[in-house]
């Protein structure tokens, strides 16, 4: 039973340029949230989907923004990035939508903006 | 809102001694409350998770944390640590009553240990 699955695993972009990032949820999982990471910090919550729609934002400006697919897999799309853009970005998977379960994290995509 | 603090950013450890990381929470509302682990070039990993009930949960790999709801700690403990649990970890907090799964994460504490 394949994990949580992210692709790519490392991208370089230049300021200005826009962004995509994938992510396939654990098998049996409709829940997808995703998480950016800066170099020694905790990861910070960006929004979560959930049947197709974001279901909970966290503290980030419309530049990002995302897609879940019927299959439940997801895309993370950052537009006009900016040198503080640069983070891992992980993507999590769970069973139900609401709190308290158990989140299945991918291993990130590290995105480099120079 | 919530917020997780992390009490140290580095603990360093010899192979086979206790450990205690640190994690105190503010939050005006119920929260649960979990730690995750991160190896290096991973993603992260969850060691256990307080819901309700009794106070001290127990988690993989020898780990164990108590919940204090008088002190908002939740500190991660293991009796007697091994030199691959050198790694990354970190204490998140969830609402009870939010409609996602949106976790709240401290800044890690980063163990070491050595032989």
């Known amino acids: 039973d394949a994990g949580v699955t992210q692709s790519p695993t490392h991208l370089i972009k230049t300021r200005g340029q826009q962004v995509t990032l994938r992510c396939s949820p654990k098998s049996g999982h409709d829940t997808v949230s995703w998480y950016q990471q800066a170099l020694g910090q905790g990861p910070q919550f960006i929004f979560q989907?959930?049947?197709?729609?974001?279901?909970q934002r966290g503290n980030f400006p419309d530049r990002f923004s995302g897609h879940q697919f019927p299959n439940y897999s997801s895309e993370l799309n950052v537009n006009a990035l900016l040198l503080g853009d640069s983070a891992l970005y992980l993507c999590?998977?769970?069973?139900?939508?609401?709190?308290?379960?158990?989140?299945?994290f991918g291993p990130g995509t590290r995105l480099t903006v120079t | 809102a919530q917020s997780v603090t992390q009490l140290d950013s580095q603990v360093p450890v010899f192979e086979e001694a206790p450990v205690e990381l640190r994690c105190n929470y503010s939050s005006s509302v119920s929260v649960y409350l979990f730690w995750y682990v991160q190896y290096p070039n991973q993603g992260l990993q969850l060691l256990l998770k307080y819901l309700s009930g009794s106070t001290l949960v127990k988690g993989i790999n020898g780990f164990e944390a108590e919940f204090n709801k008088s002190q908002t700690s939740f500190h991660l403990r293991k009796p007697s640590v091994h030199i691959s649990d050198t790694a990354e970890y970190f204490c998140a907090v969830s609402d009870r009553d939010q409609a996602g799964t949106a976790l709240i994460f401290g800044k890690g504490t980063t163990l070491s240990v050595s032989s």
């Open positions: 999590a998977s769970s069973p139900n939508p609401g709190p308290g379960y158990e989140q299945y």
């Open positions: 989907y959930y049947e197709e729609e974001e279901r």
